[in-house]
């Protein structure tokens, strides 16, 4: 089914409103979830929607949770997000940072006790929206195994580097795993195969086939031990910092990923004389002749801004219900 941003954001703006989201918080949530799926990534837009229905309904997110500063110094906060919805949380958070880089040139916060933060990549475009450098990502439940290992240990930890640029930001959102388990999910659901390997099979062999890497919960780690590596520090600085857990303290059920540990950076490039990150980024990008990090993203939202938004049938059943009840 195709249907137009504006259905899709009103929509779930009435859905979230119905499962508990308070007035000044659904239209907020709905832009995220609906921002995500406009650009291309509806595995953590749209289809990411059930299951924080399915959690908000079990207890599992506190749909009036908002995250409150708890301690901090300098540059340096500390956040609880209470068990709320990850999205707002997030936005929140990096929204801090932004303030305070704007403040003191750069800031961090640090969020413990938070939930799924959807698609990472909206709160590098957020920051680079203000016109910030950002660098923000998240543990996740244990989804990964590490490098020489056949059980999933570590999490695939979503990194986003964003760089603000009058000419088209410049975003990378990625994940620790070649392939993130929602990405798995989409070309399951389409019927395709990978377009390199992206993981292992039951029999620990390298393939291209998504369903497999699902079911034998082997998804190759980006640079093979580097990511591996990577995914570790990421996990011990994200828990230790905002006082929370690390992946081995995470139940390995999506339904149950509560508890997340994520940090927020924002740098204000405008706070050092001299800094011209337009030229700079624009030299680089011309000078790299291939696409850069970003560019997919604004595509997808011009074609789905003109031609409506492709949405999961089932996914978007289930909004639909939850709008009108």
């Known amino acids: 089914m195709i249907v137009s941003y504006a259905e899709l954001a009103g929509t779930l703006e009435r859905a979230l409103a119905a499962l508990g989201l308070e007035p000044d918080r659904a ?3 709905a832009q995220l979830i ?3 799926t406009r650009d291309g990534v509806p595995s953590h837009g749209l289809n990411l929607f059930p299951r924080v229905a399915s959690m908000i309904r079990r207890g599992a997110i506190d749909p009036r949770g908002r995250a409150i ?6 540059a340096l906060e500390r956040w609880d997000g209470r068990r709320g919805v990850g999205a707002l949380n997030a936005f929140d958070a990096m929204q801090a940072a932004i303030a305070g880089a704007r403040a003191s040139g750069i800031a961090c916060v640090a969020l413990g006790n938070t939930n799924h933060w959807m698609r990472g990549g909206s709160y590098g475009w957020q920051a680079a929206d203000a016109g910030a450098i950002a660098l923000c990502w998240t543990n996740t439940l244990p989804n990964l195994p590490p490098w020489g290992a056949a059980t999933p240990r ?5 990194l986003v580097v964003a760089v603000p640029r009058a000419n088209g930001h410049v975003v990378l959102d990625m994940a620790m795993s070649q392939f993130s388990y929602g990405a798995l999910a989409s070309y399951r659901a389409r019927g395709e195969r990978l377009p390199v390997a992206g993981g292992f099979d039951r029999d620990g062999r390298l393939t ?7 079911a034998s919960r082997r998804p190759l780690p980006i640079g093979f031990w580097k990511g591996s590596g990577l995914a570790i520090v990421l996990d011990i600085i994200a828990a230790a910092l905002a006082g929370g857990r690390a992946t081995h303290e995470i139940g390995a059920d999506p339904e ?5 540990s994520q940090v927020f950076i924002a740098i204000d490039p405008a706070s050092l004389e001299g800094v011209a990150i337009d030229r700079v980024a624009d030299a680089v990008v011309a000078s790299v002749q291939a696409r850069y990090p970003g560019e997919r ?3 997808a939202r011009r074609q789905h801004l003109q031609q409506g938004i492709e949405v999961d049938d089932e996914a978007w059943t289930i909004a639909r219900r939850c709008a009108s009840a």
């Open 27 to 29: 239209p907020r949530c």
């Open 34 to 36: 609906a921002d995500s």
């Open 69 to 74: 500063r708890v301690a901090g110094r300098g």
């Open 154 to 158: 570590i999490g695939n930890n979503p």
């Open 208 to 214: 291209d086939d998504p369903a497999a890497i699902e």
């Open 256 to 260: 149950q990923e509560t508890g997340l």
């Open 297 to 299: 993203t604004l595509a």
